[in-house]
């Protein structure tokens, strides 16, 4: 088979790691018989730099003429200043709506060989865990109206919640697809107590839960998941919840694997053009140094073969040969710990994640 994918390197240790993303596909692509066509786009800082806007009109169509998107990190202090509309964030907001992105899968687990790396007592992480954060991605608060105006208090700032019964039935369908698929246990995250979007939320999860006997769905306040991703993280299979609350506890998340340079995510919609990029930043204080961590990256591309491609094998191969070599003990940096081991850079990781593959 023949993939073309567009690459989308951005700013900071972006072009380090999607070059490190590259190689791997590359050497999977001979060692299964497929072959990969990439081909490069700007956005973000970069973009801005060069054109005057974050997402470039042929960013866009070249984006939309590929099979998929393999992004690396936007952003960096030297455009912290520029107003909105010419923020580098701007570009993948504008990215994820042309694609028609509204589902953004971040998985979360912890390696045995990092057990000591995350920052939960042993015995709560004694059992391990393995956990699908399904977030809705273009709607919630993020999306909706916003503005300055005068209050009661004088000057004041808004920003405006609302979803649709079509947009929460469409994010929950896959969360209960994505359960069906793994242990069978879905939670809903809301804040129904006090917010009304999180009453139609919750409706409308147990109505469209119905259709999935078999999965297990139960709600949970997201105060208390917060509480909770930290007492117990194993109690956890897949959880949905909304673009805001997703933000937030997807990074929670992640930081209780031991290093947020770890995590993969997928952002996804109803056709096969998906945007894979890891959860972490930009970097921009190690940009260049050879020092970044690749395996988010890694992970966003083997994510790509399984859910855009349909490779399930060839991801399975990748993800293993990930597993391999952190047993083996190598490590970059970020999860160094107390290891005692020499940190690798990037260019060594990929290396090593090459020869275990």
């Known amino acids: 088979m023949k993939y073309t994918i567009a690459l989308i390197k951005g700013d900071g240790i972006g072009p380090e790691i999607v070059g490190s993303a590259v190689r791997v596909l590359q050497k999977a692509g001979e060692k299964f018989g497929h072959s990969f066509v990439f081909r490069e786009y700007l956005m973000g800082g970069c973009a801005i730099d060069a054109s005057g806007t974050p997402l470039p009109e042929e960013t866009v169509a070249g984006c939309l003429a590929s099979d998929s998107v393999l992004l690396g990190a936007v952003g960096g202090p030297k455009w912290d200043k520029n107003p909105p509309a010419l923020r580098p964030e701007k ?78 039935e469409r994010i929950a369908r896959v969360a209960f697809e994505t359960a069906k698929k793994r242990r069978g246990r879905l939670v809903s995250i809301d804040k129904a107590n006090v917010l009304e979007t999180s009453r139609l939320w ?10 999935y006997p078999e999965v297990a769905l139960s709600d949970m306040l997201v105060d208390n998941a917060a509480m909770q991703l930290v007492r117990c993280p194993s109690q956890f299979d897949v959880i949905v919840t909304s673009n805001l609350f997703g933000d937030i506890l997807s990074d929670e998340a992640s930081q209780i694997t031991g290093s947020i340079g770890l995590l993969p995510s997928a952002s996804l919609g109803d056709g096969t053009c998906g945007l894979y990029e890891p959860i972490h930043g930009s970097a921009p204080d190690i940009a260049g140094q050879d020092k970044a961590n690749p395996i988010a990256t890694i992970l966003s591309a083997a994510m790509m073969l399984r859910y855009s491609f349909g490779l399930s094998a060839e991801a399975g191969c990748i993800e293993a040969a990930v597993d391999h070599v952190l047993a083996q003990g190598l490590r970059t940096a970020d999860i160094l710990g107390k290891s005692g081991a020499r940190p690798l850079g990037c260019t060594a990781m990929t290396d090593a994640i090459l020869a275990a593959l």
Do not use: Q, W
């Not at 919750?202 to 259709?211: F, L, N, Q, S, V």
């Open 91 to 168: 570009g993948l907001l504008g990215l994820r709506a042309a694609l028609g992105l509204y589902t953004n899968l971040r998985p979360a687990k912890l390696y045995p060989a990092l057990s000591a790396e995350c920052p939960l007592r042993a015995d709560i992480v004694a059992e391990g865990f393995d956990l699908m954060i399904v977030r809705e991605l273009t709607g919630g608060i993020y999306f909706g109206e916003r503005g300055r105006r005068e209050g009661k208090f004088g000057p004041e700032a808004y920003d405006t919640e609302a979803y649709s019964v079509a947009e929460i």
């Open 202 to 211: 919750r409706e409308t999860m147990h109505r469209i839960g119905a259709e």
